[in-house]
């Protein structure tokens, strides 16, 4: 959007590919101003979501870039890459480069720990889920909510009550809760979601994609998930919890595709560890424009991109004494009001 709004402020940034790979090296070699601006930003969320994932590297000088597992299985170097978002806001909170081949729970709760945050709750995704990884978070003191994987000896331990019920968004949900060892493990049952999941299954089933054991093995638990936790808390609160988790997913979807943070040419470990905080750092403004169009009800009539269209029609006007006035459409005027930006008043002044 750069070429499209008034310079205002005359920035003039070093734009050759010499001065940007350098100032991307600084940026990733300065972990204590990362940490910084992650503890200004992450100060008053409590509810935290963590996801990981990964873009490849076919540069032989990054140590980043190793072998290790994705979903893709593409079988080419790859860079981790954990993202922590706020719960509550949607808003990220942070973002770490790790190797490829790293996606124990250690290094993430290091990063959370870099916070200097102990009063949050993290929820994790599924596909992290091992005794190794619940062990590392009971040692970290965090406090967590945790899915076990649908294979897991958990799903003969917690029965679920009939009767013991809540809704969620107008289905029934289902649920069970014991202790066991020192932990809590809540089990939930979703008829809509069982019957989601059935329907797939038995597509594949009848193209031949699984045998019919396979199939029967997996209708047992079909609609359900078993979360473990340290905290005892009411069995919907933990269900709620997990399941705006889906804010980090949108969060990674945006650094990946609107950011286009997954492509990355560059030739050392820091420069790429300064691409992905600058990414961040777009990220973060985005998700924030986000929160500012939501709160001014605006969401059904703008994106961000709308947004940032808008404000691109306002021109800076020199007069002949030295004084800047701005041209500025009425339209976007009354938008700026909405949003509660205030920005042509402030640059007057």
């Known amino acids: 959007m750069w070429e499209k709004h008034e310079n205002i402020r005359h920035i003039r940034p070093a734009m050759s590919p010499k001065s940007l790979s350098e100032m ?52 080419l170097p790859q860079i981790n890459v954990s993202l922590v978002v706020s719960l509550d806001s949607g808003i990220p909170m942070m973002i770490r480069c790790l190797p490829g081949s790293v996606r124990d729970m250690q290094t993430v709760c290091g990063s959370v720990k870099e916070m200097n945050r102990d009063d949050v709750t993290l929820i994790i995704d599924r596909g992290s889920y091992s005794k190794e990884n619940i062990d590392v978070l009971d040692g970290s003191g965090l406090k967590f909510i945790f899915p076990v994987k649908r294979n897991s000896m958990l799903y003969e331990r917690v029965t679920i009550n009939e009767y ?3 809704e ?62 340290n905290l005892d808390l009411e ?17 990674f979807r945006d650094f990946k595709s609107n950011r286009s943070a997954d492509v990355c040419y560059l030739g050392d470990s820091m420069s790429v560890a300064g691409h992905v905080f600058v990414s961040f750092l777009s990220l973060y403004m985005l998700a924030r424009l986000e929160e500012r169009i939501r709160k001014a009800d605006l969401l059904s009539k703008y994106s ?15 007069m002949d004494d030295g004084v800047v006035d701005y041209e500025v459409p009425k339209k976007l005027q009354e938008l700026d009001a909405k949003l509660g930006f205030d920005i042509f008043p402030i640059l007057r002044s």
């Open 164 to 166: 013991d019920t809540f």
């Open 304 to 318: 961000v991109y709308d947004i940032l269209h808008e404000y691109s029609k306002a021109y800076a006007v020199r």
């Open 24 to 75: 991307l090296e600084s940026v990733g070699s300065d972990r204590v101003s990362q940490d910084r601006v992650f503890n200004r930003i992450g100060m008053a969320s409590r509810e935290l979501a963590m996801d990981l994932s990964e873009f490849f590297s076919s540069s032989d000088t990054v140590s980043y870039a190793e072998d290790g597992y994705n979903p893709e299985h593409e079988d």
């Open 235 to 251: 069995p919907e609160e933990v269900f709620l919890m997990f399941k705006r988790r889906d804010k980090v997913e949108k969060r």
């Open 168 to 229: 969620y968004h107008g289905r029934l949900i289902r649920y069970g809760k014991c202790r066991y060892d020192h932990h809590w493990a809540y089990r939930f049952k979703d008829e809509e979601m069982r019957l989601g999941e059935e329907r797939a299954a038995f597509a594949r089933y009848r193209a031949g994609e699984i045998a019919k054991e396979k199939l029967q093995e997996k209708q047992g638990r079909m609609g359900q998930m078993i979360m473990v936790s």
